[in-house]
């Protein structure tokens, strides 16, 4: 219907200049100029039309070519599980992440689209953690890089990390989405893509650490009392880099997280030194079971460290920001937690 106003609004412009042209008839343009220019017109906005819609990502596009455009460059492979037998579609909407539920398809369309219409507007979306020489010496840290979504300039910083069994990074449902979350409520997020394995995925973590510090002129962010985040086996990632620092596992000495968002993970160790930390967790979980998160934030309680647990009724295992579940919203509540952290340590050093 838009497109046959168009074609009448057209029209009756350039009918009306004609008329307006009738006395100076050495100066009118010919009517099959006019008709020319006309259809000319409306095939122009036929066109931007055309390339507008085709330009954004659907949940009909196909994986593949989200991984391959060329607005990603070399990175575009590392949006998706690298090792892809750990997923499954080849479409945005039919994804499906091993270990993982509730995975939404409409925020994965959010999440794509909102990755290449700043990357194509020149904003820098992902950092390599590692130099070329230290890639060359070992090509596996070719597969690792932090995604940033930008908050507001002089905000606080977060760095999600998602699980996958050590075997693979389910970023796409546990990490992305929470990044993105964050930063429309101001926060500047990096989602971290590291390399499979317990000890290389905290020595990636301690070097994403470091490297946010490093260049935080640059990135334009706040490094005090930042936050780690993390599910199933990202929970352990920054459940142990919370406890020991970056600089234990290879990091720079830089402070340790001010506070800790811990999802669906059976990591039991602490030490006194631990950051405040929120969990949250499933009844209906197989593979982290509530019972163990409730009785390692219970002592970390009675040793004095601010906490926060929630369980929620017949939910399972990797449910992410949980849309559509009992869990839904509690991102929320994690972000309430980490402001009144930062907000009693601000005052504390005022004190």
């Known amino acids: 219907m838009k497109k046959i106003y ?16 009738a006395e100076t008839a050495a100066e009118s343009v010919p009517l099959s100029e006019i008709s020319k220019d006309m259809h000319k017109s409306i095939e122009e906005v036929h066109n931007t039309e055309r390339e507008s819609s085709s330009d954004s990502y659907t949940r009909e596009t196909k994986i593949s070519d989200v991984i391959t455009d060329p607005a990603f460059g070399e990175y575009g492979r590392l949006i998706f599980p690298v090792n892809s037998i750990y997923y499954s579609g080849d479409t945005l909407g039919t994804l499906s992440l091993t270990w993982y539920s509730h995975i939404d398809s409409d925020k994965t369309v959010e999440i794509c689209n909102y990755m290449k219409s700043h990357a194509k507007a020149g904003d820098t979306i992902f950092y390599d953690i590692y130099t070329d020489e230290e890639k060359a010496a070992d090509p596996n ?5 932090l995604f940033f979504f930008k908050g507001n300039p002089g905000e606080k910083f977060a ?9 693979y990074v389910g970023a796409m449902h546990d990490s992305f989405p929470h990044a993105l979350e964050l930063s429309k409520k101001g926060y500047n997020a990096f989602a971290l893509i590291y390399r499979p394995g317990w000890d290389t995925a905290c020595e990636d973590l301690a070097r994403g650490i470091s490297f946010i510090f ?6 334009e962010i706040d490094v005090d009392c930042y936050s780690l985040w993390g599910g199933s086996a990202g929970g352990r990632m920054a459940a142990c880099l919370g406890s020991y620092g970056s600089a234990a596992f290879g990091g720079g000495n830089y402070p340790r997280p001010g506070t800790a968002i811990i999802q669906y993970t059976g990591h039991s160790g602490y030490t006194a030194n631990d950051p405040p930390t929120y969990s949250c967790v499933g009844d209906r979980d197989g593979i982290a079971n509530y019972k163990t998160m409730q009785k390692r934030l219970s002592a970390m309680s009675a040793a004095g460290i601010p906490t926060e647990f929630h ?16 869990a839904e919203g509690w991102l929320d509540d994690a972000i309430r937690f980490w402001e009144k952290i930062s907000e009693l340590k601000e005052g504390a050093r005022h004190e």
């Open 311 to 326: 369980v929620y009724e017949g939910l399972g295992h990797g449910f992410g920001l949980g849309t559509g579940t009992v």
């Open 159 to 167: 760095v999600c990390n998602a699980g996958g069994g050590f075997a």
């Open 214 to 219: 490093e260049h935080a002129e640059e990135l």
């Open 6 to 21: 168009l074609c009448a609004a057209v029209l009756s412009a350039l009918l009306c200049f004609a008329g307006c042209c």
């Open 141 to 145: 840290k070719a597969d690792t890089g």
